[in-house]
């Protein structure tokens, strides 16, 4: 039995690890607004270079990296093809259209996160005064914790060139799906972080999830458009200043932390198996490190319990949409197993 708590909520809960805190104690520092600081010069220039762009730029979170990279591209007026559950229109409060001026054009997912191809043909506006001017494809992988298809990537962003679209990535969890893939393919993650990378135009990434970093993100682009995003990050108080400190971090994830994430999928695969035994719960089986769990039969009335008794037994889960479980550095197999028997306990009273 684990006595602490089993923090399942999400992967951004990890703190930095001893060796983790070392390097960041050991990190040089400047004044970044000046482009002083070494550390996180450093990092834009590993992150760039490991995934085949010019230029990167560090910023505090995922969620300014999306929205620099959608006001970089497009401009007032202008709009981005996105999915209706990605993070970059759905949870990011409206921001491109609130700061930018920029309209989203949702699109339906189907079941593996991808879209129909004629839904985006579809959804490109003629040039005609009536509309926006489509501008950008945004995509994200992992989705829901899914690897979006690599097939659909190439087809969906070769389409989006071939209409003068440009692409972004939101790979908030864009090594998630790179050990995946590599996994599938007998391959190596960096080099599928590579492949991915190399369809689009732009790629945020977060550090402060699975790689296990405590704060921060960083957008790839070319030159031009991160020298546009320098700008948008300033406006949006994104300018920090030594931050090499947190930089540091996400250099030690990028080197220490990408291959042990099979460890965290192993661990959601592991969970996954032990709520599948239980009767009244439906579980997707996991691809990377989210486990979607749905209560069904006579236990679908009683969903809104859970969450609540899973945390009175040191079990803490989220459920905006459906009920997730997320593994991450954190959480070990005895952890796992905890969730899963309070779970049986629930459905068993
Ligand atoms: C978490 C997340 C973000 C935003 O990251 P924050 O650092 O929380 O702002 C963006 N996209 C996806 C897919 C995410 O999971």
Redesign the pocket.
């Known amino acids: 039995m684990t006595t602490a708590t089993v923090d399942l909520r ?1 992967d ?1 809960v990890t703190r930095p690890t001893p060796q983790m805190r070392e390097a960041m104690m050991a990190a040089p520092l400047g004044d970044d607004v000046y482009g002083d600081d070494p550390s996180v010069n450093a990092l834009q220039q590993q992150l760039a270079h490991m995934l085949g762009f010019e230029a990167a730029l560090f910023v ?7 929205l620099c990279a959608i006001l970089s591209h497009c401009q007032r007026g202008e709009e981005y093809i996105v999915g209706q559950m ?3 229109y759905r ?2 409060g409206g921001n491109a259209a609130v700061f930018g001026s920029v309209q989203p054009q949702p699109l339906e997912h189907r079941p593996d996160g991808s879209f129909a191809l004629d839904d985006i043909e579809a959804a490109i506006k003629p040039d005609d005064p009536h509309f926006a001017v489509t501008r950008l494809l945004a995509l ?1 992988n ?2 829901g914790g899914k690897l979006l298809p690599f097939e659909f990537i190439q087809q969906a962003t070769a389409l989006a060139a071939s209409r003068g679209l440009s692409r972004h990535l ?4 864009l090594f998630n799906a790179a050990v995946r893939q590599a996994q599938l393919n007998g391959s190596d993650a960096y080099v599928e972080a590579r492949r991915i990378a190399d369809c689009f135009d732009s790629v ?1 990434v ?1 550090l ?2 699975g790689l296990g970093a405590p ?3 960083v957008l790839c682009a070319s030159r031009a458009v991160i020298d546009r995003a320098v700008r948008i990050r300033k406006m949006a108080g994104g300018g920090m200043r030594q931050a090499g400190f947190l930089a540091a971090a996400g250099s030690y994830a990028l080197e220490h932390h990408v291959n042990r994430l099979a460890e965290d999928h192993a661990l959601a695969q592991r969970l996954a198996e032990g709520l599948g035994g239980i009767s009244g719960v439906q579980v997707e089986a996991p691809q990377t490190n989210i486990v979607f769990v749905d209560l069904v039969g006579p236990a679908r009335a009683r969903a809104a319990e859970l969450i609540p008794y899973l945390k009175a037994h040191g079990v803490l889960a989220s459920g905006l949409y459906r009920l997730r479980f997320v593994t991450h550095l954190d959480v070990d197999a005895a952890g796992v197993d905890h969730a899963a028997e309070v779970v049986r306990a629930f459905l068993a009273q």
């Open positions: 999400s951004t505090p979170t995922g969620t300014q990296g999306n990605a993070h970059c949870w990011e994200e992992t989705w939101d790979g908030a969890r945020s977060c402060s999830k704060v921060g993100s």
